[in-house]
């Protein structure tokens, strides 16, 4: 049987309009970082052409070797900048550092990783295969919505939600604002992009 992480997981699960308190578990990501503006960012570009061959690359060792079967989960991005006005009010992408990553299940190992992102670099002519890493992430509890939409349009949702519904439920901000991509940002106009935005949070 195939896993689809997307849909067993409650933490791909949001509505636009809603926000929600939810706790996220500790989960598995081949992760690329950068900074800079995603739009001009040559960086930005080459991470997400290094991810998907790598995810792949995973899902075809996954079910040869261990006989489990996954659908590869969307493109996700952490962000941050030194000023949270960067993302809500100025919008200034220069501004702004990521971490690009792909959900991997739990049972894909470090020494199966390793062996799939050298088969990667060794065919590719990008160099963020070999700069990519396969690491943990311990969000915990986070408000999260799903935004429609074009990116440049999140100003007004973010702020509601750092401003507005995260101070008015007794929590702060702790880890860095994160983005998951239902939509392929490549391939699909961005009046159409389906996106959910998370905030980790702690207690006031």
């Given amino acids: 049987m195939k896993v ?3 849909k067993s997981l409650d933490s791909f699960q949001a509505k636009h309009g809603v926000f929600r308190i939810l706790e996220v578990p500790v989960l598995q990501y081949v992760m690329l970082d950068g900074h800079g503006d995603p739009n001009a960012s040559s960086d930005f570009a080459e991470a997400v052409e290094g991810l998907y061959p790598l995810s792949y690359g995973l899902k075809f060792a996954s079910k040869r070797e261990l006989d489990r079967d996954y659908v590869v989960p969307p493109l996700e991005g952490l962000w941050w900048a030194e000023s949270e006005l960067a993302f809500t009010a100025e919008r200034d992408k220069s501004a702004w550092s990521w971490t690009l990553m792909i959900l991997a299940p739990d049972w894909i ?4 990783f390793a062996d799939v992102q050298a088969q990667v ?14 690491e943990t992430l311990d969000e915990g509890r986070c408000v999260q919505t799903l935004h429609l939409g074009s990116f440049d349009y999140e100003g007004p949702t973010l702020d509601a939600m750092h401003h507005e519904f995260i101070p008015a439920h007794g929590l702060t901000m ?12 490549r391939r699909v106009e961005p009046a159409k992009f389906r996106t959910i ?6 207690p006031a």
């Fill in 4 to 6: 689809d992480l997307k």
């Fill in 109 to 112: 190992t470090t020494e199966l």
């Fill in 121 to 134: 670099a060794a065919k590719s002519d990008l160099s963020s295969p070999a700069r990519a890493r396969l």
């Fill in 174 to 185: 702790t880890g860095k604002h994160h983005e998951i991509y239902f939509s392929d940002f």
């Fill in 197 to 202: 935005l998370r905030q980790p949070v702690g």
